[in-house]
């Protein structure tokens, strides 16, 4: 199975500041990458698929980049509401393998 | 509007049996397919597996299989998830998502609200 890591798995940044996560998958996946974002005792949301596609309504401060192993997702100007943590995960075949999560919190 | 409402909490007993239920409103459900996720206390997102709502093909976890099944109910836009011989690991609270296709290969952009299964003598 392919395995997906994702790094770091935790960081603290000021409000404003670029936060940039990174995910590696184990064998190419092309671009069947999606990032979820998961506010303390809340439900995951998708924020992109496609490696690169934001989804309807999340804001522009984040960005996903990247195809076959390397992924990255940015947020351009993180801000207090971003504090959660945040999961890639493949769906190009299964298992729909999620990575084990970044934790984003505000210095 | 879309929607994935989930059965209440459950608190059962090692070696016995659980069923979650979700059950969707405001599209049409043959047209998509359903992820079930679980997240232990404290833990990450676990995939367990992907069923059709289409022609009810399943796709399960490595880990699971033997133990889990997955079914719809197209009269009622209901998804269905078992799990027997529960072990305390199997605390956690369990999601359904609806993907953006009826593909396996899609992401998820609906989630159902968790549910707790508790696992405990």
């Known amino acids: 199975d392919i395995q997906m890591t994702q790094s770091p798995s935790s960081l603290s940044a000021s409000v404003g500041d670029r936060v940039t996560i990174t995910c590696r998958a184990s064998?190419?996946?092309?671009?069947?990458l999606a990032w979820y974002q998961q506010k303390p005792g809340k439900v995951p949301k998708l924020l992109i698929y496609?490696?690169?596609t934001l989804q309807s309504g999340v804001p522009s401060r984040f960005s996903g980049s990247g195809s076959g192993t390397d992924f990255t997702l940015t947020i351009s100007s993180l801000q207090p509401e971003d504090v959660a943590t945040y999961y890639c995960?493949?769906?190009?075949?299964?298992?729909?393998?999620f990575g084990q999560g970044t934790k984003v919190e505000i210095k | 509007q879309v929607q994935l409402v989930q059965s209440g909490a459950e608190v059962k007993k090692p070696g016995a049996s659980v069923m979650v239920s979700c059950k969707t409103s405001?599209?049409?459900?043959?047209?998509?397919?359903i992820i079930w996720v679980r997240q232990a206390p404290g833990q990450g997102l676990e995939w367990m597996g992907w069923?059709?709502?289409?022609?009810?093909?399943?796709n399960y976890a490595q880990k699971l299989q033997g133990r889990v099944t997955m079914t719809t109910d197209t009269s009622t836009s209901t998804a269905y998830m078992e799990l027997r011989s529960l072990r305390s690991d199997d605390t956690a609270v369990y999601y359904c998502?609806?993907?953006?296709?009826?593909?396996?290969?899609?992401?998820?952009?609906?989630w159902g609200q968790g549910t707790l299964v508790t696992v405990s003598s």
């Open positions: 064998q190419g996946i092309s671009n069947y």
């Open positions: 069923i059709s709502a289409y022609n009810g093909n399943t």
């Open positions: 405001g599209y049409t459900f043959t047209s998509y397919g």
């Open positions: 998502a609806r993907l953006r296709s009826q593909s396996i290969a899609a992401a998820a952009n609906y």
């Open positions: 496609a490696a690169s």
């Open positions: 995960q493949k769906y190009n075949s299964a298992p729909l393998t």
